[in-house]
């Protein structure tokens, strides 16, 4: 069988954020009227998370696990989509701050052929203060720097096409960087506004040194990368 869509989330100590965020998942593919996968990336997990996967995948046959050793959620994020069977791929963060119900928008935008990659903009966050402005900051230097095009590089909830995939390679942060890459790589990306809620369990895993200084030498290391592999 076919499979229409893969969803693909990442997953590091989120215990009790895991089978709502599932749930509603299943809901809204579900009423798409396609088949559909759920991959389920356990990054190496030092709490209950795995536990809770095998509790997903019993109660949902549309589950599939994909456990790892610790390596990152950029290395959790590819080698999800790699393991993906769908013809559309979909991300979304698995700390619950990302709502399933802005899939269907995003979707559309990929299927009536008018985006290879459709991107959430969270442009209600509900952070700290702090966190938003250094988001901002980020998201800003970015922009102008990779000529990506959207606002918020950070929003993992995303459809895609599956021919996009070919383009990433493993590289540190690649999760915020993917826009950036699909752009070099010659593929239409675009956003749309989607809701964020405020995180109920676990614990946020960005400080400034992931929100800030290790994204800024990312980049000058991504755009020298970018020119090497897709300059003509």
Known sequence: MTLRYSLVIPLYNEA??????????VEVLSARGHPFEILLVNDG???TTGAEITTACARWPQCRPLP?????????????????????????????????RDFPELI???ESGRLDVACGW???????????AMSRLANAVRRRFLNDGVHDAGCQLR???RAVVVALFPFELMQ???????VAAG??????PVRHHARRHGESKYGFLRLWLRPAFAMLRLRRELRRRFSP
């Open 16 to 25: 009790g954020n895991i089978l709502p965020l599932v749930e509603s998942c």
């Open 45 to 47: 997990s030092t709490d």
């Open 122 to 132: 969270r442009r209600d966050r509900h952070d700290s203060p702090l966190r938003k």
């Open 108 to 110: 559309d935008l990929v």
């Open 187 to 192: 593929f239409r990306v675009g956003e749309r």
């Open 159 to 161: 459809v895609m096409r």
């Open 68 to 100: 790892l050793p610790h390596g990152g959620q950029a290395v959790a994020l590819l080698a999800g989509l790699q393991a993906a069977y769908g013809d559309l791929l979909l991300t979304l963060d698995g700390d619950g701050q990302n709502d399933p």
């Open 176 to 182: 915020s960087f993917l826009p950036a890459i699909a």
